[in-house]
């Protein structure tokens, strides 16, 4: 258990309106990722970071962007939110590099009607 | 490029059933195999591991055998339970690159009594 956890858990939003994701972390891990999770896909990497200011892109990262300005803070912002972006969107951490067990946060569920 | 497959189901079974759930993947260099579980309502979380070619990794009663031959990592476990009703995901992180986790689509495991 590294700590992590997501806020909101759950949100309802229209069409077109901006929304921030939040994990936070108490283990000082240094990678922290945002993945989403739909039926029949798994889970799809948007962003992630290796460090403070360091972030990537991952598989899916369109019409989303990152931030990071603090260790334990790794916020995800849907810009304009469109109803394919309906999903549960689950933080991840990495402790150092070559270490190799993921912890996950407990989700967030988004609905964009 | 590097990716997993594993059977998608849903499985399900009957209390006491054997359970196995295939996982192959593809990969350049040497990856680190592993198996996360998700239960219902929250985040996955590892199960077991493997990281080098002929080891098995273990917990709970399940198994996982690293095999480079047929680039395997078959999860089974003899005796299921209702408790092990649950999504399970293979993964691998690839030699040449430790700091992204690659998932295969997962598979719903449903245990009936």
């Known amino acids: 258990d590294a700590g992590i956890t997501q806020s909101p858990r759950h949100k309802v939003t229209e069409t077109g309106t901006p929304v921030t994701l939040r994990c936070h972390q108490t283990?000082?891990?240094?990678?922290m990722y945002w993945y989403r999770q739909d039926p029949g896909h798994g889970l799809r990497l948007i962003h992630y970071?290796?460090?403070?200011?360091?972030?990537d892109k991952g598989e899916v990262s369109d019409g989303y962007s990152v931030s990071r300005s603090k260790t334990e803070d790794f916020l995800l912002t849907l810009e304009s939110a469109t109803s394919s972006q309906t999903s549960v969107y689950f933080c991840?951490?990495?402790?150092?590099?070559?270490?190799?067990?993921?912890?996950f946060g407990p989700g967030t569920r988004l609905t964009v009607l | 490029g590097d990716s997993v497959t594993q059977m998608e189901g849903p499985v399900t079974l009957s209390e006491e059933a054997f359970l196995t759930i295939n996982c192959t993947y593809t990969?350049?260099?040497?990856?680190?195999l592993f198996w996360y579980v998700q239960y219902p309502g929250e985040g996955l979380q590892l199960l077991l591991k493997?990281?080098?070619?002929?080891d098995k990794g273990s917990n709970k009663g399940f198994e996982a055998t690293y095999r480079k031959e047929t680039t395997s990592f078959h999860l089974e476990k003899g005796s299921v339970q209702v408790s092990d009703s649950a999504v399970y995901f293979c993964a691998l992180i690839p030699g040449t690159s430790y700091d992204k986790v690659i998932f295969g689509p997962g598979t719903s495991l449903s245990v009936i009594p």
């Open positions: 283990e000082n891990h240094r990678y």
């Open positions: 990969a350049t260099g040497y990856p680190s």
């Open positions: 970071s290796y460090g403070v200011k360091d972030t």
């Open positions: 493997a990281t080098k070619a002929d």
């Open positions: 991840a951490t990495f402790g150092t590099k070559g270490t190799d067990t993921q912890y």
